[in-house]
């Protein structure tokens, strides 16, 4: 006799296939929902402006908008911090909002809040980049001279 359990047919037969499916389902949920390896530090930077410098060809000048989500790990130090990066050219960085930590190799961090701004000369070993705050988001423009075709950044080699 068959019977009927809410709007699923219950059989002999079909009771062990849905056994089946029910172990398949439950060994691969824990791939689904096990915690994601750490989200980037923040997204992508957005471009505002790309205009070729006459004064200096074959460069250009980028401007790009940077949000730092809140950070709630440690502040990053000049001797513990994460990846890093190199730019092509040099970067000014001015922060419209919150407050950023920033770091190039060889000197010391900088805590740049909202009005504040940062320079990076072309060559620099940009190793923190960071919201100060656990709490708020931060907000940056970032004006950038790039030599045509060259990324804005690359990161330096994992360890």
Known sequence: ?????????KSGASRARRIVVACAITLSLPAAVAPQERPPERAPPK?????PLVDAPGKNLVVVELNF?????????????????????????YVTQGAVRLGIEGQPVQVVNSGGVFFEPVGAHHIVSENASATEPAHAIAVMVVPEGAPLATLDEEK
């Open 69 to 93: 989500a809140p950070n709630p790990d440690p502040p990053s130090t000049a001797e513990h911090h994460r990846r890093g990066h190199h730019h092509p050219g040099s970067v000014f960085v």
């Open 47 to 51: 471009p505002l402006l790309t205009a």
């Open 1 to 9: 006799m068959k019977k009927w359990v809410g709007m699923v047919r």
